[in-house]
């Protein structure tokens, strides 16, 4: 509210100083909520002396849509209240929409996820999406501004049909959580087993026992042969060994697994294509003699974190990622859903490989999945609030596509988490154990899933809409 009105009696003021005002604010709404990607830069002395640089930098390219989102709402001010309300909340949410998608994107701290716990409220998630809700969001933030500078009864209007919209998110909600709960709960023939260890990131850094860790995992998962079992390990947990080099623990996992227990975990790929190897973030399916059952190559790679963007230019004045002995990885295909079974399991999946849940708009293509996993290695932002914005996009994530997230994570929160957003079994962050998913309840595809992001766009005609509307009303 404070910064629509900050804005309004800055009118008289430049469009540059506009922009100015507005890089301002994202330069300092980034800088306190994004500080945690710097600590990623203290586990290795190399990369060290760019602590100052990431804290400075990131903030900085980030404020430039806050900027833009400012210079243009000086360019389309209008006099009337109302319509400018409605300029203000299309700019903003269209450029939160562009962040989030242009080059890798980037739809961390969106207005949105300040509901994140308000579990009633966020439901419309599965009618409308992270970008729409996100626009209703911003206005929502923003109608106090309205009533202050109200100058008729039209803007008591708008007012109280904003609040009417809360009331029915509300309602809505209620609703679902309702129905969810009182749905027949459907007990599954096996059970997925989601392991979070506390594994030290200096297996990254420093030659270590792979065996021990693997080993460790092993002893955590505590496999039982008693029933089906899907075991669910953290990204990057193996550290030294290529996907194609697990068969020398052979005898080790047929000894500890059952025959038909199915092990799901993060490593290194490598393929070679046209003469060149490849290097691959994957997620792979094994079953308890190692054979490769399914693969999945992670599409959404973290800048500077996995790859160097324009890495012919950047590569030659020294800029290396900071994990996989500093070589960039390769992009995988689009993101799949694939199938896992044996004689006892048959299911179909959707992986996300750690910062691949932030995004939803890429998710849904293929809507023909049982469950979302979802594996992370957390280390790298340290006892910060980074592995909790990281897990409330699995909550999103959950509601969007009406389905159950099964999330393992190192040094961060492994969960189970319900169509709704509840979450139902969880290993604290900085704790140790496994939480089990055995049981489960139908619901429908959801409306966001069919549509996407299309109701983000026709949102945004609504909102033009309601200003020519307006407008008239007001020549009227």
């Given at each position: 509210?404070?910064?629509?009105?900050?804005?309004?009696?800055?009118?008289?003021?430049?469009?540059?100083?506009?922009?100015?005002?507005?890089?301002?604010?994202?330069?300092?709404?980034?800088?306190?909520?994004?500080?945690?990607i710097s600590i990623s830069l203290t586990f290795d002395e190399s990369f060290e002396f760019l602590i100052p640089i990431?804290?400075?930098?990131?903030?900085?390219?980030?404020?430039?849509?806050?900027?833009?989102?400012?210079?243009?709402?000086?360019?389309?001010?209008?006099?009337?209240?109302?319509?400018?309300?409605?300029?203000?909340?299309?700019?903003?949410?269209?450029?939160?929409?562009?962040?989030?998608?242009?080059?890798?994107?980037?739809?961390?701290?969106?207005?949105?996820?300040?509901?994140?716990?308000?579990?009633?409220?966020?439901?419309?998630?599965?009618?409308?999406?992270?970008?729409?809700?996100n626009l209703i969001c911003i206005s929502l933030f923003t109608v106090p501004a309205i009533f202050i500078l109200r100058k008729t009864r039209k803007e008591i209007i708008v007012c109280f049909f904003f609040i009417i919209i809360s009331v029915g998110f509300l309602i809505f909600g209620n609703l679902k959580y309702n129905q969810f709960n009182n749905s027949a709960d459907i007990k599954n023939n096996f059970t997925i087993r989601?392991?979070?260890?506390?594994?030290?990131?200096?297996?990254?850094?420093?030659?270590?026992d792979e065996l021990k860790i693997i080993k460790e995992l092993i002893l955590l998962s505590n496999p039982e042969k008693k029933e089906p079992m899907v075991f669910l390990w953290p990204e990057g947990i193996i550290p030294d060994s290529y996907l194609r080099d697990m068969d020398i623990y052979q005898e080790l996992f047929s000894n500890n697994f059952g025959n038909d227990d199915l092990i799901i975990m993060g490593l290194?790929?490598?393929?070679?294509?046209?003469?060149?190897?490849l290097l691959f973030n994957s997620m792979a399916v094994f079953n308890n003699k190692l054979d490769l059952i399914q693969s999945y190559n992670k599409v959404?790679?973290?800048?500077?974190?996995?790859?160097?963007?324009?890495?012919?230019?950047?590569?030659l004045v020294g800029f290396k990622t900071i994990t996989n002995d500093y070589q960039s990885f390769s992009k995988g295909n689009n993101p799949r859903a694939f199938s896992i079974k044996n004689d006892k399991i048959d299911l179909k999946l959707l992986p996300l490989i750690c910062y691949e849940i932030i995004y939803s708009n890429r998710l849904f293509k293929d809507k023909n999945f049982d469950y979302i996993i979802n594996i992370s290695e957390d280390g790298w932002f340290g006892n910060s609030i980074g592995p909790k914005q990281h897990f409330a996009h699995s909550i999103f994530r959950s509601i969007e596509s009406g389905k159950y997230v099964i999330r393992s994570a190192n040094?961060?929160?492994?969960?189970?988490?319900?169509?709704?957003?509840?979450?139902?079994?969880?290993?604290?962050f900085g704790s140790t154990?496994?939480?089990?998913?055995?049981?489960?309840?139908?619901?429908?595809?959801?409306?966001?899933?069919n549509y996407g992001d299309k109701i983000f766009i026709i949102l945004i005609l609504l909102y033009i809409f309601l200003i020519f509307s307006f407008k008239k009303i007001t020549h009227e």
């Open positions: 509210m404070l910064y629509f009105s900050f804005y309004r009696k800055k009118k008289n003021s430049n469009n540059k100083s506009f922009f100015k005002y507005g890089w301002f604010f994202g330069f300092g709404y980034f800088l306190c909520s994004l500080y945690w990431a804290i400075v930098l990131f903030p900085t390219f980030l404020a430039i849509f806050y900027g833009l989102i400012t210079y243009f709402f000086s360019i389309f001010y209008s006099k009337n209240v109302i319509s400018t309300f409605f300029i203000f909340s299309i700019l903003y949410g269209s450029v939160e929409f562009i962040r989030g998608s242009i080059l890798t994107g980037f739809p961390w701290n969106l207005i949105a996820f300040s509901f994140s716990e308000s579990i009633y409220f966020i439901q419309i998630l599965s009618v409308i999406g992270t970008y729409s809700f989601a392991v979070s260890p506390n594994i030290s990131l200096n297996r990254f850094f420093s030659k270590q290194n790929s490598l393929e070679t294509k046209n003469s060149k190897d959404n790679l973290v800048p500077f974190g996995e790859f160097i963007p324009f890495e012919r230019v950047l590569g040094n961060g929160i492994s969960a189970i988490i319900n169509p709704t957003g509840i979450i139902e079994k969880k290993v604290e154990g496994y939480v089990d998913f055995n049981e489960s309840k139908v619901i429908n595809s959801t409306v966001y899933m």
